[in-house]
């Protein structure tokens, strides 16, 4: 349960504006939408890889 406390003369639209981020933070709407389809276990793999690799290039790039 998200609770904002809105404080005494406080912009309606400011509270609204926190509510949004602390919601967006959670990531519900982002796990709803991954569980509209089904994704093999193959290439749940193939992508973790393919993470893994651009990650390790963007470090090796950093040093």
């Known amino acids: 349960m998200i609770v904002v406390p809105v404080k005494e003369g406080e912009n309606i ?3 609204l504006k926190k509510f949004k981020r ?3 933070k959670t990531g519900v709407v982002k796990e709803l939408r991954r569980r509209q ?3 093999k276990p193959s290439v749940l ?3 973790a890889k393919e993470h893994a690799v651009y990650v390790q290039k963007l470090r090796r ?3």
Do not use: G, I, T, W
Request: net charge negative.
């Open 13 to 15: 639209e400011r509270a």
């Open 22 to 24: 602390k919601f967006e």
């Open 37 to 39: 389809q089904f994704d």
């Open 45 to 47: 793999r193939r992508l």
């Open 61 to 63: 790039v950093e040093e």
